[in-house]
């Protein structure tokens, strides 16, 4: 129910959206001073230059989602960009800095390199399958992409003397020029709808992003298609739709990274709660039905019971870590509330005092969030069980540019060069590593222990 409520508030949104643009293209098809381009050669030096960097960095993003995830709609959309980045920067920016701007072959190479790059990324949206050799796939892919910006790239080159000008009235252009025109428009709507239909069936977020910019992208085709000085020197308003669409990908591409490395985090620190609980809570719960079944075989009551109510505790202790633990992890309450709650589960017998201060400043990104929790978990772990400590100090705390994690007790501390110190240490190292973070220890026999994270700028 959710999903369908999201998709018709994308449905709606794209209506406006694409009701908008086409107004905005019939009041530029009915005013004939709208459709008089401007010659701004920098200006449109800067904005080939914006198109190549804006659909390489769409490019390297989705090769790192090919690499993490390994699926072909990463991989088509990756060659896709790499095409269109490629005939923008080798076809487009290049001549202009040499002084070669406008050529005929350049902008029918141009067009042609987009087209196939933009067939690619129409592709993308009907590939749902993976691939078993992820490098070797986009290894492959890449080279098939050069082949081709270079293909289109020698097919203008020989046919130079018989290529029409892109530029020039709209209405009196050479067939050919309109009708390729139109293709890389339709290739424009065909991602539009392939996008669209994706949204609907799977409902990720990147796809939303990608129909919106596939949407700009076909207004920008059609404005291209009625400016007399298509694709020169010259600026028009398609020039700033096709900016505007490279931007939105963009960020798509971006909210979907980040949103994939939260769920990886978030399996990861599951599939450790996981074996913790296999490990702890299935080991209490094996001595307690241990000691029950010493009763039934006739075990004195008075040595059998005490034993077994100590297992029951464990267990009960260990099961309310495990959800604490699983409820940050998930992100399904706030930090700060599930850390105290932990503290307060961890000193309810009063063997242990917790001081905890959270500055409410200190921002935690998801994945910190996680491996915070649990540095605080096992060092708390660490001074109740190994180090016999009565007291301990948490802070989490701003000093000038620095997000710092402390934690210090009034243990009985020990030598930290100590090869017998604990698996509990290397854990915090490696989880403080995992998110940029410097760990530090400071301790001595007979004056407690006291460890600092540093957290990434």
């Not at 935690?364 to 009565?390: M, P, S």
Request: hydrophobic letters at 50%.
């Amino acid at each position: 129910m959710r999903h369908r409520a999201e998709f018709e508030r994308f449905l709606q949104d794209q209506l406006l959206l694409v009701w908008l643009l086409a107004a905005a293209l019939a009041l530029f098809l009915t005013k004939a001073s709208l459709r008089r381009p401007h010659d701004l050669p920098n200006l449109q030096l800067t904005l080939m230059t914006l198109y190549a960097v804006g659909g390489g960095l769409v490019c390297l993003l989705s090769a790192a989602r090919f690499l993490a995830e390994g699926r072909r709609f990463d991989l088509f959309l990756c060659s896709g960009f790499f095409i269109t980045t490629a005939a923008w920067a080798f076809l487009g920016v290049g001549p202009a800095i040499v002084g070669l701007q406008g050529r005929t072959q350049d902008l029918w190479a141009r067009t042609v390199g987009s087209l196939i790059g933009w067939s690619l990324i129409a592709a993308a949206p009907y590939l749902n399958d993976a691939v078993e050799n992820r490098k070797r796939a986009l290894w492959k892919m890449f080279g098939v992409s050069v082949l081709a910006v270079s293909a289109a790239w020698l097919v203008s080159r020989l046919l130079v003397g018989s290529l029409p000008s892109l530029a020039g009235p709209s209405g009196n252009r050479s067939a050919l020029v309109t009708v390729s025109l139109g293709l890389l428009a339709f290739t424009n709507l065909m991602a539009l709808v392939g996008f669209a239909r994706r949204f609907y069936m799977r409902g990720e977020d990147l796809d939303r992003w990608l129909a919106l910019g596939s949407t700009l992208m076909l207004f920008a085709s059609l404005h291209l298609e009625f400016t007399p000085a298509a694709g020169t020197s010259f600026v028009s308003v398609g020039d700033f739709l096709r900016l505007m669409a490279y931007t939105v990908m963009l960020v798509g591409v971006w909210r979907a990274i980040q949103s994939s490395e939260f769920g990886r985090a978030v399996a990861d620190e599951r599939a450790r709660v996981a074996r913790e609980i296999h490990d702890g809570l299935a080991q209490y719960l094996f001595a307690v039905s241990s000691h029950v079944a010493l009763l039934e075989s006739g075990s004195a009551p008075a040595e059998t019971l005490p034993r077994l109510k100590e297992a029951a505790l464990a267990a009960q202790q260990e099961a309310r870590f495990a959800i604490l633990a699983l409820s940050s992890a998930a992100g399904n309450a706030p930090f700060d509330a599930a850390l105290r709650r932990y503290v307060d589960v961890l000193t309810a017998d009063g063997a242990l005092d917790v001081e905890l201060q959270v500055d409410s400043a200190v921002h935690l990104a998801a994945d910190e969030q996680i491996e915070v929790f649990r540095i605080v978990q096992e060092g708390l772990a660490n001074a109740r069980k190994h180090a016999g400590a009565r007291r301990v100090w948490v802070t989490i705390e701003r000093r000038g540019d620095s997000r710092l994690v402390e934690l210090r007790d009034d243990g009985a501390g020990f030598e930290p060069d100590d090869a017998g110190a604990g698996q509990g240490l290397k854990n915090m190292r490696q989880r403080a590593a995992a998110i940029g973070g410097a760990f530090s220890l400071d301790s001595a026999p007979g004056r407690g222990t006291a460890l600092e994270v540093v957290l990434r700028a």
